[in-house]
């Protein structure tokens, strides 16, 4: 897996390349080398990847042949997955074609476009002979596959980063464009092919007034929806943070529709199977969030109070369990009612149910903020009046749940102040509910052990230390809270 940063140019036919010597930090330029390439492009029939700016092909040819899965992640960045070279041009490796089921929904990849490049490669390389970066002057030769053939012919240059920074990379560009290049209006070869036989589909978008509730709500929307079908590939490859990243888009998509409910309206399934999405995934953050928390514990110690094999216990049962816990999100990610989740997201951000209020300015949203926040004040009066300490813990949880929904309502409507007010009495009661379940949890790992005829006394300081951080976490939060209902109540 490589992240691949580069800048693409057309230029004409009579192009020339400039002098790129002088360059910070570029002491020699190396080449032209010439390649033929030749790239088979695969999607469904109705283009649902290139319609997200996904490539996937088979390439012959170069440095690099072999098959090769472009996902973006920002403009101009796209994160590169590559496979070696099969002898098969009919079917996709099955490695591949799993990680754009999010796109896909099980509806076939087949060849959809043939390029064939003639690549002449100059390198720039610093006195060590490190490749700073490489710029590639293409003459390409575009087929589009079907019952009558579509044939393009254009040049294009693209300069992409290697060992170099961004800063060399602008100053390449500069130089490219003052010879006459033009920065290209296609994000790729086969994005430019297509568009010239038939305008590629693009992601569903709802059509909302400029400036109004709905326009605001919906982009927030869309925006989440993105994020969400972005992390899948990543959450597929078990790659860092990315269950945490989709659990969180799942999160924010449902707290908004709770949120706006007075805007966007019929969205009741919708929430639930969002819902029903988190908790599988957090099946894996919650034991990716606890094995990683005790390890820090542990290594916090002296040595002579660990006693027995109980870093080895709360590092490979909890790994175990998180490995049968990703097995459980790989089935789910490839189950039909996930797939159907997809469908009516893509509803959602394509053709929303609409009340009248979605019409009206976006300063009128401010009032869902204000109602946000005042759930969350309810909702610790609950608290509050709950005499029983066992019966405040529950209710301190809602508070909790109520300030997260306020801080992501705010976030969608950018009042970046009020959300994070809200975010640190959603992370102080985390820290205490984090460290109640680290308690349960050290609980069921010492039963274990002691079922073994393992010293537990390890287990015994862990829940110390546990039960302090949770007290400490309630003790300083009185002082907090007010503290932010002083501040939430200036900003509203």
């Not at 059509?207 to 989440?224: D, H, I, K, W």
Request: charged residues 30%.
């Amino acid at each position: 897996m490589a992240i691949e940063i580069e800048d693409k140019f057309d230029v004409p036919v009579d192009y020339e390349l400039p002098d790129l010597t002088g360059l910070p930090g570029v002491t020699d330029v190396v080449g032209p080398r010439t390649y033929q390439l030749v790239a088979l492009y695969y999607d469904t029939p109705d283009l649902r990847l290139a319609a997200r700016g996904v490539t996937l092909r088979r390439r012959r040819g170069g440095t690099d042949a072999g098959w090769h899965l472009k996902l973006p992640k920002a403009k101009g960045v796209r994160q590169e997955i590559t496979h070696p070279l099969t002898r098969s041009t009919k079917i996709v490796p099955a490695e591949l074609a799993e990680l754009v089921l999010a796109y896909t929904r099980g509806v076939p990849l087949v060849p959809i476009a043939e390029l064939q490049t003639r690549r002449g490669v100059t390198t720039l390389v610093n006195g060590a002979g490190v490749r700073l970066v490489e710029i590639a002057d293409d003459q390409v030769k575009g087929t589009v596959l079907g019952a009558e053939p579509h044939v393009e012919r254009w040049r294009e240059v693209e300069a992409e980063l290697v060992e170099g920074d961004g800063k060399l990379l602008r100053k390449v560009g500069k130089r490219l464009v003052k010879a006459g290049a033009a920065p290209a209006d296609s994000a790729s070869k086969l994005a430019r092919l297509l568009d010239t036989a038939a305008p590629v589909p693009r992601p569903p978008r709802a059509a909302t007034r400029p400036g109004s509730a709905g326009e605001v709500v919906m982009s927030y929307l869309s925006a989440q929806v993105d994020a969400l079908l972005a992390q899948d590939p990543q959450v597929r490859r078990a790659e860092e943070d990315a269950v945490h990243q989709m659990r969180v888009a799942s999160r924010r998509l449902r707290s908004a529709l709770k949120s706006f409910a007075s805007i966007v309206e019929g969205t009741g399934h919708l929430q639930e199977e969002l819902k029903w999405l988190g908790r599988i995934l957090g099946e894996v953050r919650d034991l990716e969030v606890v094995r990683e928390r005790f390890t820090r514990r542990l290594d916090s110690l002296d040595g002579e109070l660990i006693v027995g094999p109980v870093r080895a216990r709360l590092s490979s049962d909890l790994l175990d369990a998180e490995h049968e816990a990703y097995d459980r999100v790989r089935e789910m990610l490839g189950g039909e009612r996930y797939f159907a989740l997809l469908d009516s997201l893509d509803d959602l951000t394509g053709g929303p149910t609409f009340t009248k209020a979605a019409g009206r300015p976006a300063g009128t949203l401010d009032t869902v903020v204000a109602k946000s926040w005042r759930r969350v004040l309810r909702a610790y009066a609950r608290a509050q009046a709950a005499g029983d300490p066992v019966a405040r813990e529950p209710a301190m949880h809602d508070v909790r749940k109520a300030a997260k929904r306020a801080r992501y309502t705010a976030e969608a409507l950018g009042m970046r102040k009020l959300a994070g007010r809200a975010e640190a009495v959603q992370e102080m009661l985390g820290a205490h509910l984090d460290g109640v379940v680290a308690q349960g949890r050290l609980g069921a790992e010492a039963e274990a052990a002691r079922r073994l005829g393992e010293d537990t006394f390890t287990y015994g300081v862990l829940t110390g230390l546990e039960r302090a951080a949770a007290e400490r976490a309630f003790e300083e939060f009185p002082r907090l809270w007010s503290k932010t209902t002083k501040a939430v109540a200036k900003l509203l």
